[in-house]
């Protein structure tokens, strides 16, 4: 049995996304990722094809790892072997191989979130070191087209703005302000000096960033024009309790965890 190792730049779109969706095949969250989903990743969170890595086994592709890379820190976007090939050490040849390619980048630090029942994923990564940093969830808040808050959409650059003094934690990777600033299509809310970045996509509300007392009233504005999503919110974060107040639930628990290079 022989592991070779080689960019995923190698792939053609097609093919990259086939390989995500067959190396989350029955994991507790399983995926399903098309060449438009994977550009979008691509695009959004600034994974770099060429450092991100893919595993084949005597000459079969059965595993994956992308690395996202912002200045002198990184993400991990996204590990996945075949159930075929799991148990073998290819999700940790992956892992290895990105902290070189990190390292190669001059990158300091790698963060990856991991879902609370994966176990085994767990148990790699703090083997490699990672330490969780904080504990976050997923949540979602169904439509109600009936809701009404105490808010007024306005400009994005005023609410970005305001967000930043108001921040009490790093945002997620999904959500940072280098995500957002891919995006054309953002809006805002205000409320009491709260204030919401989000966007729509496929008629639900993607909650991008989100701070202030007020979050109950923006949540309110936002369910009124679909169902509302959030990536990642720590725990103990004032807004989840929002959520909760509001009937919103969570979706999956995660682990953050980062890994100094240095």
């Known amino acids: 049995m022989t592991l070779e190792l080689r960019p995923a730049a190698s792939l053609e779109t097609a093919e990259l996304a086939a390989l995500f969706t067959a190396a989350y095949e029955g994991y507790v969250l399983p ?33 994956l790892a992308n690395l996202a890379v912002r200045d002198d820190e990184a993400w991990v976007g996204g590990v ?7 148990r073998k050490g290819v999700g940790e040849a992956l892992m290895l191989a990105l902290h070189d390619q990190a390292r190669t980048l001059g990158v300091r630090r790698v ?21 969780v940093t904080r504990n976050v969830a997923v949540w979602s808040l169904p439509q109600d087209p009936s809701a009404t808050g105490d808010a007024l959409e306005v400009d ?24 957002l ?14 204030a919401a970045v989000f966007r729509m996509s496929g008629g639900n509300v993607s909650l991008l960033q989100i701070a202030g007392d007020a979050a109950e009233e ?10 509302v999503h959030v990536l990642n919110l ?8 929002a959520f909760r107040t509001l009937g919103g639930d969570i979706v999956v628990r995660q682990r953050e965890m980062a890994l100094d290079l240095t």
């Open 31 to 63: 995926m399903q990722i098309g060449e438009e989903q994977l550009r979008f990743m691509v695009d959004a969170f600034d994974i770099w094809l060429d450092a991100s890595q893919i595993a084949a086994l005597d000459n079969r592709d059965v595993g």
């Open 80 to 86: 996945g072997v075949i159930p075929a090939a799991r």
């Open 111 to 131: 963060w990856l979130e991991v879902i609370e029942q994966n176990e085994s994923a767990y148990r790699l990564y703090e083997k490699l070191g990672y330490a």
């Open 156 to 179: 994005v650059g005023i609410a970005r703005a305001r967000l930043g003094q108001l921040r009490r934690e790093r945002e997620p990777w999904q959500r940072a302000d280098a995500t």
């Open 181 to 194: 600033d891919h995006f054309e299509d953002l809006r805002a809310l205000w409320s009491e000096g709260s």
């Open 218 to 227: 923006l949540l309110l504005a936002l369910r009124s024009e679909g169902p």
């Open 234 to 241: 720590g725990e103990g974060d004032p807004v989840g309790d």
